[in-house]
């Protein structure tokens, strides 16, 4: 979840490394720091809070002459946000210093060990050990690699980590196991990251590692070895197609409000090569030599799991496929009965959400085919799949994900009619509708999202002073109200629930009171006289009702939001950022972080 960064090269590192870390603050952080090398001598500088406070700190210092070095943002695992906490971390003898992403599961055991032989701890990070570990390595090893190879091979848990040392004073060091970690090929100067946007003004030419190798830079050259047996790993250097532009908020005042309004392009170039027209099937190629599962078990965390739900009905009622969906965290630390032709499909934006990523290993372990869909080309779930689909939502900056949910959601769509054309169980004029439905939905979106704001806008006026909030759904809009709940709460901290409607009367009723707003979604489709009748159920409590509707259904609430209805299902992609720009405003309106809201990051590597 922290962002990593090195550099070794021609230019001064350290503004560059700073550069890298602004690049990366979207991933949520709690302190920063900085390690480098200047007339061989290794000096650290860390700060707690923002990345200013930390370039305050290095206006003081002479850091002119220093062209290699290794930058951190820490978002909390170990220790509390405190400067003692913050990476980079040195070794004893003050000579490595070490970033590291992840947790090392066995860190208590390693300190302990590592206290019997001396060494003193001024931090409660498992990274501290980490450090101090590579140290004692290196007493009983030839090589500062070969000291790195084995103290990996003592910690068990994630890492990716970057070491720098006065030892090699013109060379990082690093490893990877279980969280993304990226080297960036460069012209007299070379790189790695965490993720692609902190190198990105300076190569697009990348090099994906895998868990289980290390690898060594300098200014002119990198190489790629396994850390189990030292062999060298050939690498093809692969070119990202992002550009600088793509990761700044092009006029919008966050990322995240950007981010809402490309939802019509992500649909466009989710659709493309895949719906061609309505007289061709759904292009999915990536699946065309793989069986048709029998049954098909989604899994994913947050708003990818509300995405799976929304997509999972779906997948049933036109494929004839039974679907059920599971909170990764929990299916991961089950004893899962897959059946022979039931397929796994997991969803996330990053590629690279632990508890997913754990899933999907354990479901491969048990035999099962695994379905990737994911944003992140070279990501730990694209390579692990069996197949994997892109969604194609570029990257998203802001914490709060807004366009990867619409991706996913649309890609669900389309194979839901893919599989349901391979089995026979779509009907023609179903296909033919959904078609021509997708197909404009681009269109129809972008022309109705500033009218969306300007009334998203007036309505977070009326309620951001709520303290809480129900988020009411039937059938398909459950999910969404699911997905409303969860973006109010991580936007503006109001508590949020999101419930199926019909089960209001089975406890949480008892909670409305005038004070104790409801959002409920009542589309027009075979439901909304039963949402109606729970909105009325509202009512009757004295509770404030805000309602989002289609045109043309009358219904009695504080609040009316028309959003424009689209063919069956896919009404939900107007709904949806509507709900999005509503928590937008919101938090906005009360001065909250919107892009990098308070205890949250963008992905989650670590349980």
């Keep these: 979840m922290c962002g990593v960064i090195g550099?070794?090269?021609?230019?001064?590192?350290?503004?560059?490394?700073?550069?890298?870390?602004?690049?990366?603050?979207?991933r949520g952080y709690d302190s920063a720091g900085i390690a480098f090398l200047q007339n061989r001598k290794l000096d650290v500088v860390r700060a707690e809070g923002k990345l200013a406070n930390l370039s305050a700190m290095l206006v003081t210092r002479d850091v002119s002459h220093a062209t290699i070095g290794i930058g951190h943002t820490r978002w909390a695992t170990h220790g509390v946000p405190a400067v003692r906490n913050?990476?980079?971390?040195?070794?004893?003898?003050?000579?490595?210093?070490?970033?590291?992403?992840?947790?090392?599961?066995?860190?208590?055991?390693?300190?302990?060990?590592?206290?019997?032989?001396?060494?003193?701890?001024?931090?409660?990070?498992?990274?501290?050990v980490l450090t101090n570990l590579i140290a004692e390595g290196r007493k009983c090893n030839d090589s500062l690699p070969d000291a790195l190879r084995w103290a990996v091979s003592q910690a068990a848990g994630a890492y990716a980590l970057v070491v720098l040392s006065e030892e090699e004073p013109d060379a990082l060091y690093g490893a990877r196991l279980s969280s993304p970690l990226i080297?960036?090929?460069g012209t007299g100067e070379n790189f790695v990251a965490s993720d692609v946007p902190a190198f990105l003004p300076h190569t697009r030419n990348v090099v994906f590692l895998e868990d289980g190798e290390y690898f060594r830079i300098t200014a002119h050259s990198w190489e790629v070895r396994r850390v189990c047996d030292n062999e060298r790993v050939a690498k093809t250097v692969q070119t990202v197609q992002w550009d600088v532009q793509s990761a700044q908020?092009?006029?919008?005042?966050?990322?995240?409000?950007?981010?809402?309004?490309?939802?019509?392009?992500?649909?466009?170039?989710?659709?493309?090569?895949?719906?061609?027209?309505?007289?061709?099937?759904?292009?999915?190629?990536e699946l065309d030599n793989r069986p048709i599962p029998g049954r098909i078990r989604i899994v994913a965390c947050g708003t990818s799991y509300n995405a799976g739900a929304w997509g999972a009905p779906l997948l049933e009622a036109?494929?004839?496929?039974?679907?059920?969906?599971?909170?990764?965290?929990?299916?991961?630390?089950?004893?899962?009965?897959?059946?022979?032709?039931?397929?796994?499909?997991?969803?996330?934006?990053?590629?690279?959400?632990?508890d997913t990523l754990a899933s999907l290993r354990l479901a491969r372990e048990r035999g099962a085919m695994v379905i990737g869909i994911c944003?992140?080309?070279?990501?730990?779930?694209?390579?692990?799949?069996?197949?994997?689909?892109?969604?194609?939502?570029?990257?998203?900056?802001?914490?709060?994900?807004?366009?990867?949910?619409?991706?996913?959601?649309?890609?669900?769509?389309?194979?839901?009619?893919?599989?349901?054309q391979k089995k026979g169980t779509l009907d023609v004029g179903v296909w033919?509708?959904?078609?021509?439905?997708?197909?404009?939905?681009?269109?129809?979106?972008?022309?109705?999202?500033?009218?969306?704001?300007?009334?998203?806008?007036?309505?977070?006026?009326?309620?951001?002073?709520?303290?809480?909030?129900?988020?009411?759904?039937?059938?398909?809009?459950?999910?969404?109200?699911?997905?409303?709940?969860?973006?109010?709460?991580?936007?503006?901290?109001?508590?949020?629930?999101?419930?199926?409607?019909?089960?209001?009367?089975?406890?949480?009723?008892?909670?409305?009171?005038?004070?104790?707003?409801?959002?409920?979604?009542a589309l027009d489709d075979a439901l909304f006289p039963k949402v109606k009748s729970n909105i009325e159920e509202v009512q009757a409590r004295r509770g404030r009702v805000l309602a989002i509707v289609n045109p043309g259904r009358e219904l009695r609430a504080d609040d009316v939001w028309t959003v424009p209805a689209a063919w069956g299902p896919l009404s939900a992609f107007f709904v949806l950022p509507a709900l999005q720009l509503f928590s937008y405003e919101t938090a906005d309106y009360l001065g909250k972080d919107v892009d990098q809201p308070r205890n949250l990051a963008k992905s989650v590597t670590v349980e």
């Design 183 to 185: 080297m960036g090929v």
């Design 432 to 521: 033919r509708e959904a078609c021509d439905a997708l197909r404009a939905l681009p269109t129809l979106l972008e022309g109705v999202l500033p009218e969306m704001r300007n009334r998203a806008a007036e309505l977070a006026k009326s309620y951001a002073q709520a303290k809480s909030f129900f988020f009411l759904g039937r059938g398909p809009c459950f999910p969404l109200a699911l997905e409303g709940a969860l973006k109010l709460k991580e936007l503006s901290y109001i508590h949020a629930e999101g419930y199926a409607s019909g089960e209001m009367k089975h406890g949480p009723i008892a909670l409305i009171d005038p004070d104790f707003p409801t959002l409920a979604i």
């Design 7 to 26: 550099y070794a090269g021609h230019r001064p590192a350290v503004p560059l490394i700073m550069d890298g870390l602004r690049s990366l603050e979207y």
């Design 318 to 354: 036109w494929a004839g496929i039974p679907v059920s969906v599971e909170i990764a965290s929990e299916f991961r630390y089950r004893d899962p009965l897959l059946q022979p032709d039931e397929a796994v499909m997991v969803i996330s934006q990053s590629g690279e959400t632990a």
């Design 86 to 128: 913050a990476h980079p971390h040195k070794s004893n003898d003050g000579t490595i210093a070490v970033i590291h992403n992840g947790i090392i599961e066995n860190y208590q055991e390693l300190k302990a060990m590592l206290l019997e032989r001396g060494y003193v701890f001024y931090s409660e990070t498992d990274t501290e």
């Design 249 to 285: 908020k092009g006029g919008f005042k966050h990322f995240m409000l950007k981010e809402i309004f490309e939802q019509p392009k992500v649909l466009t170039d989710c659709l493309a090569g895949r719906l061609i027209s309505p007289d061709l099937p759904v292009r999915l190629p």
């Design 375 to 420: 944003n992140v080309v070279g990501s730990s779930i694209a390579r692990e799949a069996d197949a994997v689909i892109f969604t194609q939502a570029g990257p998203e900056i802001s914490v709060a994900s807004t366009k990867a949910m619409c991706s996913q959601m649309a890609l669900l769509v389309l194979l839901a009619l893919y599989y349901g």
